[in-house]
């Protein structure tokens, strides 16, 4: 059966983690996330003064990366359709370049090609509708911007995805539920929506139907993540 991914699951199941996602996130992966987002700010650096928006935001750990690596002056938007983690994006914020606003990625409350950047880490596969989710990223797009993705995908050497996927599927949902405990079983989701999400090629031509072209992907950490590039065509502007 396919994992749950309604908004109203999602939205629970986050909000109940968000105390200590942070924690989560740094300790499950050895602090390997905090490499992953420092990669994807060096493979797409910001160019000029147009503000970026950074969806699925989280507690805003990539959008703090962006403002950090953009020229001065730079806005950052931040979104999230969970409150109670816009709550706590909003207790480590250290400046009024970076703005943090409650909104779905499905229906994002700006108007057509606004942004020089628009990114998602580890979020996109929380999204109900993957494509609706991307055709709305490129819509609010500037023409010649980028759209970036950072995500979870399975390692390519077999052994490493053997042992991978054993871990993911036994001991971190266990572990997870032990340290953070929520009824929405989050740490069971999320091997489980890693699995069924489309990565390379599969996620490229995606970007390619929601209106991007020039895609790429480059896997880090032996394809435990992957960053993935596309831009919006000039032509757009139409």
Not at 19 to 48: C, E, K, Q
Not at 81 to 109: C, I, S, W, Y
Not at 163 to 168: D, G, I, M
Not at 173 to 182: A, H, I
């Amino acid at each position: 059966m396919p994992v749950d991914k309604s908004g109203s699951r999602v939205r629970q199941m986050f909000g109940e983690i968000a105390g200590r996602y942070d924690f989560m996130n740094h300790f499950l992966s050895g602090g390997t996330d905090i490499y992953w987002r420092w990669r994807t700010v060096r493979m797409a650096r910001p160019d000029g003064t147009a503000p970026i928006l950074d969806v699925c935001t989280g507690t805003g750990d990539l959008a703090f990366a962006w403002r950090k690596s953009a020229a001065a002056g730079t806005s950052v938007v931040a979104t999230d359709f969970t409150h109670g983690m816009l709550q706590l994006a909003e207790k480590k914020r250290n400046t009024r370049d970076v703005v943090f606003m409650e909104a779905d990625t499905q229906e994002l409350p700006f108007e057509d090609n606004v942004f020089q950047l628009v990114s998602v880490a580890f979020g996109l596969r929380n999204v109900s509708s993957t494509i609706g989710g991307l055709e709305e990223m490129t819509r609010v797009c500037a023409p010649g911007g980028r759209v970036v993705v950072l995500e979870f995908s399975l390692p390519d050497n077999k052994l490493l995805s053997r042992t991978y996927q054993w871990y993911f599927r036994n001991i971190l949902p266990k572990l997870g539920q032990m340290l953070v405990r929520n009824r929405q079983a989050a740490y069971e989701y999320l091997p489980q929506s890693v699995s069924e999400f489309p990565s390379g090629n599969q996620l490229t031509q995606i970007m390619e139907e929601a209106g991007l072209e020039r895609t790429m992907f480059r896997k880090l950490t032996g394809g435990i993540a992957t960053v993935y590039i596309g831009y919006k065509p000039q032509e757009s502007a139409s």
